[in-house]
């Protein structure tokens, strides 16, 4: 099961991925508001066992700290984004001028096909580099679910603009999410949900030159 929990000032998507029969979880960039995050994990009553970070931004990693503490769980992002990682609370200082907790060491760099299990959920990492250089999607294929940071939104793409962005890995990142199944069931970072077969059609940026 999905659950979707939007924090922050930039309306983050933070999802809450969980076994309904185990009811172990997975807290997806858990950018802001970990009191929210919390409440949502008792009103369902579920154990987390990892958090995993699709990009390093300030906004999807904000509540990294307080949830890591608070569960002892392990913290996972691409190993492309961790030098970055260690300076997002300074760009929340800069963007929001908000104080962040600084998001701990990772214990888990993240590579292309790598196979994170909880439960009886499995998800691929598929490396798609563009907004950072370490942006990840995670892909379980069994449930057709695709939660893909700010790499794809509904309609659009994630900036690549930013000093560590690039636009020709961008959409080359694109090129390889729209070979996915069309009934793919697309989870973005900002935004409501979508789907491969919606994006390959309406995209403006699939095929961008």
Known sequence: MVVKVVVGELEENCYLVFDESSKECTIIDPGDEPEKIIGVIEKYALTPTII?????????VGANAFLKKRYNIKLAIHENDLSLLKKA???????????????PEPDILLKDGDIVDVGSLSFEVLHTPGH???????????????????????????????????????LDSL??????????????????????????KLNPYIDYK
């Open 89 to 103: 609370h300074i760009d929340a200082k800069i963007f929001l001028l908000k104080d962040q907790e600084p998001s």
């Open 175 to 200: 090129k390889r999410l729209i070979k996915l199944p069309d009934d793919v069931l697309v989870y973005p970072g900002h935004g409501e949900p979508t789907t491969i077969e919606h994006e390959r």
């Open 52 to 60: 995993l970070n699709t990009h390093y931004h300030f906004d999807h």
């Open 132 to 170: 950072t250089p370490g942006s990840v999607c995670f892909y379980e294929k069994n449930k057709k679910w695709l939660f893909s940071g700010d790499t794809l939104f509904f309609e659009s793409v994630g900036r690549w603009d930013f000093p560590s962005g690039s636009k020709n890995d961008l």
